[in-house]
Every structure is written in structure tokens, then in C-alpha cells.
């Protein structure tokens, strides 16, 4: 006679008592991720592919419009650039204040400055930089003053270079957050084995430091991309719409500023979601990447 017991299958095979708790918080969150995700998806689904006789390719095949491409060139530059502005200073940022011998109070000086760097954006941060590389800013007419025109030389805030410099208030303070657990998975034990064989600073970085962090690089850089191709208040407010960007298209058509067409925005969205589906693949392998050599 099989045995039937609490937990066990009459095959054996032993079944997880439910956690009630877990469902009591977990619930609700999958509720809000459905409703306020899934489904607003699958909205933008059904609109783009709807016309006024049905279904229909004519606001997918918009995409290729000029101005389309070009919004969504310049959304892909200004994220890739400001990325890697912010991978590069961040990281390096990140290291100098891990790094044994590094003065006391500054990691926590640092990372409570990042914290807070990090969710500053939209108007109040477009505003502090007109007050200060504006064309009228306090540094731009301190530099006129010593003989350096930057709108001279081409530079400008209200462009793809201009919003890669405001871009990076955030994303290096965002890369010194998400960067910091990585730098200190690094041991000690691994200095001192590379050192024992005879190498220097740069044979360390070169064949061990820098290959046990690609993937957390990686997944840092995928983040930081995502996060500045999503931005839509900082590049608005800066430029009040004439930079052609996919978060400013989708809200000129929504608004009217240009032409009232629901089903375009719905098409730029896709278009977005479809790069952020992208993105989100690449960092889901990054990440998972990163999680097997912290379990070494």
C-alpha cells in the first residue's frame, strides 16, 4: 500500500507547503504589474496594428519615416554616449573609493551624494543647468570672460552634446550605486595570488579584476541605457521639443504639438518597448552572468 502523507505526492515526490505571507505581499504586486504593465502593453498592441477599417500596418510602417529614424538615432546615441560616460567615471569613481588607503568617511560622503544625484533629473535639473551652461549660464560667461566662447565652438546644451553633459549628473552617480556591491566581491586573496606570480597593477586588472567584473560592467552599462533612453522630462524641458527623441515624439503626437494620432504614439511606443525588451535580454544574461562568479 503506497503511503499518502502531508507534503508527499504517492509518487514521493515532496510538494512546498504554500507561504500565505509570501502571496499576501507577492499578490498584490503581480496585480500592479498586470494592470499597470501587461495590460497597458497589450493596449498599445491593439492600437498601433488599429485603423479606422480595422487592422492595419500604416502606423508601424510610420517607423520608417524620417523624422522617426532620426528620433530614434539620436535616443540611441544620447543613451549609448551618456552610458558610457557614466560606466567609465562612475567605475573608476566607485574604485577610487573602495580602494584600501582611501580616506575615511568618503565611500559613505560619496554614496550618500549618489543616492540622491541619482533621482535628480527632470525640470529642477534642466533648470540648474540653463542657470549654469546656459548661453547665459554663471560658468558660461565666467568662461566668455577668460576668453572661451562655448556656443562659439559649437557647443550647446540644447543638443544631443549638451544632454549628454546633463545626462551625466545622473548616470555617474547611478554607476557608483550599482557598481559599489560588484568592486567589493572582489578578495583580497586574488591581489595576492596575481601578485605572488609576479604581476603588477595593470597584469591584475588586465587578466583578473577586469574579466570577474565584465558582466557587472555589462549589466551596469545595459542599465544606465535604459535609464537614458526612457528619460522624457530633462531632454523636454531642456529643449521644449525640438530635439527629435522617441520619449518627445511619442508626447508631440499624444498632445497635438505636431499632429493628434493616438495610433502613432502607440507605434513609437512599440517601438520603445521592442529596444527595452531588447535591452532588458541583454542585461537579464549579464546579470546572471555576474550572480555565477559571486557565487564562486
Avoid at 533629473?121 to 554663471?138: E, H, K, Q, R, Y
Avoid at 559599489?180 to 586574488?190: D, F, K, N, S, V
Avoid at 531642456?238 to 527629435?244: E, Y
Avoid at 508626447?251 to 517601438?271: D, E, F, H, I, K
Wanted: proline share 5%; no cysteine.
Amino acid at each position: 500500500m503506497q503511503e499518502t502523507v502531508a507534503g508527499k505526492t504517492p509518487a514521493g515526490v515532496r510538494l512546498r507547503p504554500v507561504n500565505w505571507l509570501t502571496v499576501l505581499f507577492i499578490g498584490p504586486f503581480l496585480f500592479y504589474v498586470f494592470a499597470f504593465l501587461v495590460l497597458p502593453s497589450l493596449r498599445l498592441l491593439q492600437q498601433a496594428f488599429s485603423g479606422e477599417h480595422g487592422f492595419t500596418f500604416k502606423y508601424i510602417a510610420q517607423l520608417g519615416q524620417a523624422q522617426t529614424v532620426t528620433a530614434f538615432v539620436n535616443s540611441i546615441i544620447l543613451s549609448s554616449v551618456s552610458a558610457l560616460v557614466g560606466l567609465l567615471i562612475g567605475g573608476v569613481l566607485a574604485y577610487l573609493i573602495l580602494r584600501p588607503g582611501a580616506p575615511r568617511g568618503l565611500r559613505s560622503m560619496v554614496t550618500s551624494f549618489s543616492a540622491v544625484a541619482a533621482n535628480f533629473a527632470g525640470v529642477p535639473l534642466a533648470f540648474a543647468f540653463i542657470s549654469t551652461l546656459g548661453s547665459l549660464g554663471l560658468v558660461t560667461l565666467w568662461l566668455k570672460g577668460l576668453g572661451i566662447n562655448l556656443y562659439a565652438q559649437g557647443f550647446s546644451l540644447y543638443s544631443v552634446t549638451g544632454l549628454i553633459v546633463v545626462y551625466a549628473y545622473f548616470q555617474i552617480p547611478l554607476m557608483i550605486i550599482v557598481i559599489t556591491p560588484a568592486i567589493e566581491g572582489l578578495r583580497g586573496e586574488w591581489r595576492e595570488a596575481a601578485e605572488n606570480l609576479g604581476a603588477n597593477q595593470w597584469v591584475y586588472w588586465r587578466h583578473v579584476g577586469l574579466p570577474i567584473l565584465l558582466p557587472s560592467l555589462m549589466s551596469a552599462y545595459i542599465l544606465l541605457f535604459g535609464n537614458a533612453f526612457s528619460a522624457y522630462a530633462t531632454p523636454y524641458a531642456l529643449t521644449s521639443g525640438s530635439l527629435a527623441l522617441v520619449p518627445v515624439e511619442i508626447s508631440n503626437v499624444l498632445s497635438g504639438n505636431v499632429m493628434l494620432s493616438p495610433q502613432t504614439g502607440a507605434a513609437l511606443a512599440l517601438g520603445m518597448i521592442a529596444v527595452m525588451v531588447v535591452i532588458m535580454l541583454f542585461y537579464a544574461i549579464a546579470a546572471r552572468r555576474a550572480g555565477r562568479w559571486m557565487r564562486r
